[in-house]
Nanobody, 117 residues
Framework: QVQLQESGPGLVKPSQTLSLLCTVS?????WSWIRQAPGKGLEWMGV???????YYNPSLRSRASISRDMSKKQFSLQLVSVIPDDTAVYYC??????????????WGRGAQVTVSS
C-alpha cells in the first residue's frame, strides 16, 4: 500500500505562487496532482513520470509546474499567478502506466488551499 501526504500553506494571496509538497512512502510511478474546487468535479492538473517527463492540463495555461526529488520520495506542485478560482482541495496521487497514461491508484488525503487577500 502506497501512502501519500500533501503539505503546504492553506492560504495564498492572489497573484502569488501556490507551492505544495507530496511525500510518498514507496514506489516509482507516475506522480500526479488533482484538485477539486468547491461545488465542482475533480480536475487533473498534471503528472511527472519516473523519467521526469511532465504532462499538464492545457487549461492551466502553463501556470503549473511539477518537479520531483526521488531521493526524498517527494514531488511538488507550483502554481503561479493564483486567483480566487484556484481555491480547492489539492490531492497528490500515484499510479502505474496503463494503456498510454498514468493511473491514479493511490491518493493522499488532500490539502485545502484558499486563495484570498
Amino acid at each position: 500500500q502506497v501512502q501519500l501526504q500533501e503539505s503546504g500553506p492553506g492560504l495564498v494571496k492572489p497573484s502569488q505562487t501556490l507551492s505544495l509538497l507530496c511525500t510518498v512512502s514507496s514506489g516509482s510511478y507516475g506522480w500526479s496532482w488533482i484538485r477539486q474546487a468547491p461545488g465542482k468535479g475533480l480536475e487533473w492538473m498534471g503528472v511527472i513520470g519516473p523519467d521526469g517527463t511532465t504532462y499538464y492540463n492545457p487549461s492551466l495555461r502553463s501556470r503549473a509546474s511539477i518537479s520531483r526529488d526521488m531521493s526524498k520520495k517527494q514531488f511538488s506542485l507550483q502554481l503561479v499567478s493564483v486567483i480566487p478560482d484556484d481555491t480547492a482541495v489539492y490531492y497528490c496521487a500515484s499510479g502505474g502506466f496503463y494503456s498510454g497514461s498514468y493511473g491514479l491508484d493511490y491518493w493522499g488525503r488532500g490539502a485545502q488551499v484558499t486563495v484570498s487577500s
